[in-house]
């Protein structure tokens, strides 16, 4: 019988394990509307706000919501670049065939 109470005890008081190897991630303060309002200013600068936006995407000292923004800044970047080159080689394209018909 006191065999059964203490299976009985042990089963409704189980005994957590510590975690071990538990990461913990570090809090980041989020960041302001201010700080949107310069990091937008400067980032629509021509060439400083693009050394910057690298800069924010891969620099160690970044808060992360701004580093995740400058990385998909910079991809979008990336497209329209692209975009535009495949563009003009097509209106290049185009255009050299509208003039070779002329001359």
Known sequence: MENQNQTQT???????QPVQNQVQQPIHKNVSTGDWFA???????PLIGLILLFVWAF??????????????TLLWYLVFFVLGMF????????FGNILGEYF
Do not use: D, E, H
């Open 10 to 16: 042990q089963n409704q008081n189980p005994v957590q």
């Open 87 to 94: 563009l003009l080689i097509l209106g290049a394209a185009i």
């Open 59 to 72: 620099g160690n000292s970044t808060n992360p919501c701004k580093a995740n923004w400058a990385k998909a």
């Open 39 to 45: 990091t937008l200013f400067i980032a629509a600068l």
